[in-house]
Nanobody, 121 residues
Framework: VQLQASGRALVQSGGSLRLTCVAS????????MGWYRQGPGKQRRFVGS???????QYADSVKGRFTISRDNAKNTIYLQMNGLEPEDTAVYYC????????????????WGQGTLVTVSS
């Protein structure tokens, strides 16, 4: 199973950007998916997540600005980021819990390689 994120960009403060992450490989079913980010010199932190039935939750720092959505037919998760601020500069990682067979035990968490978002002031 691989997660491939795209959307790396340099944007100005106040701008918008959409990140995309596509899961591929031996996927029987996709469950929760989400985004984390790691700013310069900081720990990786939760940004938001979405369940298989489209229930989303967000970190307080991005509520009202970021929106997560998913397309189950395409094994894809999106992160729409509006009102970007320099503090949003980070490498963004997507993650997904993937079941690779009918066995419930065959479910693991996978991570994408990260995509850099830089917001200039």
């Amino acid at each position: 199973v691989q997660l491939q994120a795209s959307g790396r960009a340099l944007v100005q403060s106040g701008g918008s950007l959409r990140l995309t992450c596509v899961a591929s490989g031996s996927i029987f079913s996709l469950h929760g998916m989400g985004w984390y980010r790691q700013g310069p010199g900081k720990q990786r932190r939760f940004v938001g997540s979405i369940t298989a039935d489209d229930s989303a939750q967000y970190a307080d720092s991005v509520k009202g600005r970021f929106t997560i959505s998913r397309d189950n037919a395409k094994n894809t998760i999106y992160l729409q980021m509006n009102g970007l601020e320099p503090e949003d500069t980070a490498v963004y990682y997507c993650t997904a819990r993937v079941r690779t067979s009918r066995r419930y035990a065959d479910a693991n968490d996978y991570w994408g390689q990260g995509t850099l978002v830089t917001v200039s002031s």
